[in-house]
């Protein structure tokens, strides 16, 4: 089957979509993107993904290419021509297109939106029941990655590097030693006390969605939570430790490159979040598609 995807107020086959070699996200990475999750046809967090969409662009001053309103039925639209039941949605908003210049156009040009689905949703259950492998690298990135930015190449070097290590995930370790969070995912300890720990909300990482919702459902199961920098030395002496994302749920890692994690097997804490977390997605209704749906 051939993939639909919308290009500035077109449905086209994939195959024939592009857009404009002056594109200003082609050539600054000055645009932003949302990846959301297609879970039995629904958006997971779509709501929160488009709070975070519009948090973005406002940092970087784009306007909205449309209302949330119309971006969530084009969406849908997309979702729907691409049959998509468990997938991805990729959305991607740019400043526009305007003859090379660093600074923004003169008179302001119309944002460039580019939505496109793609079918499988992330790694099967047998990887997560056995846990994966992270590997740290530097944290090169720039100063603002809490705005949800295409210009992902020191991410796209990191993912590169843990997968010639045959590893699932590149973890970002500060000069300090800091981990901040992995290259498309966030990172969570659990401390022998079984209180968990992740980075706090701040320019230094993205603030996940599916962070949010998990910090949610384990605050509901009554863990205790400390937002908090950690260190990769913390990390190694940790009982667990997980990922969360989009496109990797709750993820047990087991092993930080060849250093295994507590007995080396997935923990039971990391279990029971992702147990939670599934029972979110499985239970998600038509209410899902809501722009102003509640957390
Ligand atoms: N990445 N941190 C980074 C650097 C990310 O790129 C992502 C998501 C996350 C997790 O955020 P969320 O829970 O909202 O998916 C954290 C997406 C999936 C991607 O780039 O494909």
Known sequence: MSHVAYVNGRYLPQK??????EDRGYQFADAVYEVTCIWNGLPVDHAAHMRRLRRSLSELRIAMPCS?????????EVVRRNRVTRGTVYLQVGRGVAVRNHSFPAKPVKPSLVIV?????????????AGVKVLAQPDIRWGRV???????????????AAVEAKAFEALFVTPSGTVT?????????????????????????LG??????VLRLAKAAGYEIQERPFSLAEALAAKEMFLTGTTTFVMPVVRVNERPIAN?????????????????VNALDERAWAVDAPR
Not at 208 to 213: E, I, L, S
């Open 16 to 21: 024939q979509a592009s857009v404009h070699i």
């Open 68 to 76: 949330e309103a119309a971006l969530t039925a084009i969406t849908r």
């Open 117 to 129: 689905a793609k079918h499988g949703a992330g790694p099967t259950e047998s990887v997560a029941q």
């Open 146 to 160: 809490d705005i949800k930015s295409i210009g992902l190449l020191p991410n796209a070097l990191a993912k590169q």
């Open 181 to 205: 969070e992995a290259s498309a995912s966030n990172a969570w300890i659990v401390t022998k006390d079984k209180a968990l720990v992740t980075h706090p909300l701040s320019t230094e990482i």
């Open 208 to 213: 996940g969605v599916t962070r949010d919702t």
């Open 264 to 280: 080396g097997s997935p923990g039971s804490v990391s279990l029971d979040l992702r147990q939670r977390y599934i029972a979110y």
